[in-house]
């Protein structure tokens, strides 16, 4: 196993445990506010962790009592860090800053799931939503708050937002700003769980290790052709499907399944 993630990394706790990656946004005294360290180091951890064998699992938090709070108010206010420059070095800060996380995060063959704890505010939200699945507690906050301040949503949330909850929905979070309960997130769809406090991370865990048991090669294409079906035509897909499960169906894993199955044991994969 590789020693990578035993690494320091600035603004950002690391544990990996049995195929499950726990990546925790650490700039608490900025309740994990966005900075350009913590944006390099969260990148970093996710290009390495698609490539590496040992992941199977990602699950995404915030240490501390904030899953993430956007971008630091007072940077923007000084003009300073990741805010410093005028528009058009603001420009290109947000392509060579912020904006590497959804590239990063589209990129991922590996499930990554958004562990929700407190607030998830502005880019904190729209960090959730470019998670896979998204589970909370029943004190987190969610709102897009980018209005109320006079901007827009520069890290491109809406391009994940709006196939999460739809259109209508996603726009009237963004236009009002307004910040919704726990409760009103699972009605929405943006959670899928919400638990009691102090469960979070039990609930979390239980659903890594049941996606986790799963083949490997079955839960990267599957989760390909559930992000292609957002783009592609109908017969594109087919072409894709069809192509992913002419591999899958002759994978070792696969036969391995099938002699579980008939034979009720139980089954270790091995992305073969």
Request: glycine share 8%.
């Given at each position: 196993?590789?020693?990578f993630?035993?690494?320091e990394?600035?603004?950002l ?5 049995d ?15 966005f900075?350009d ?5 969260f ?12 992941v ?7 240490e ?9 108010v ?17 420009r290109?800060?947000y392509a060579?800053g912020i904006q590497r996380i959804?590239?990063a995060?589209?990129a991922?063959?590996k499930?990554?799931i958004a562990m ?9 939200c ?18 897009e ?5 006079a901007?827009?949503?520069g890290?491109?949330?809406?391009y ?5 909850i739809?259109y ?9 700003g307004?910040?919704y309960?726990?409760t ?7 959670v899928?769980?919400v ?34 079906a ?5 017969q ?14 002759r994978?070792?894993d696969?036969f391995?399944?099938i ?14």
């Open positions: 196993m590789s020693d993630f035993s690494r990394f600035k603004d706790k690391v544990k990996l445990d195929g499950i990656l726990v990546i925790g946004l650490d700039n608490q005294k900025f309740s994990n506010a900075s360290a913590l944006i390099s180091s990148v970093s951890v996710l290009e390495f962790a698609n490539f590496s064998p040992d199977r699992v990602i699950i995404l938090t915030g501390g009592k904030n899953f993430c709070a956007g971008g630091d007072k940077a923007m206010q000084n003009k300073t860090g990741m805010f410093a420059g005028e528009s058009y070095e603001l290109e800060r060579s959804p590239l995060i589209e991922l063959k499930p990554i929700v704890n407190g607030a998830a505010i502005g880019a904190g729209d960090l959730a939503a470019m998670c896979d699945i998204r589970i909370c507690d029943e004190n987190s906050r969610f709102g708050t980018f209005t109320k301040l901007l827009v949503p890290d491109g949330g809406p994940f937002l709006a196939r999460v739809g209508t929905k996603a726009m009237e979070m963004y236009l009002t307004d910040i309960s726990a009103q997130a699972k009605e929405m769809g943006l899928y769980k638990c009691l406090s102090g469960e979070l991370l039990n609930e979390t865990m239980s659903l890594a290790r049941r996606i986790s048991k799963n083949a490997p090669i079955a839960i990267e294409f599957t989760k390909m052709a559930m992000k292609r957002a783009k592609d035509d109908l594109s897909h087919l072409n894709f499907v069809s192509l992913a499960q002419g591999i899958t169906q994978s070792d696969h391995k399944a002699d579980a199955l008939l034979t009720k044991t139980e089954v270790e994969f091995e992305r073969k």
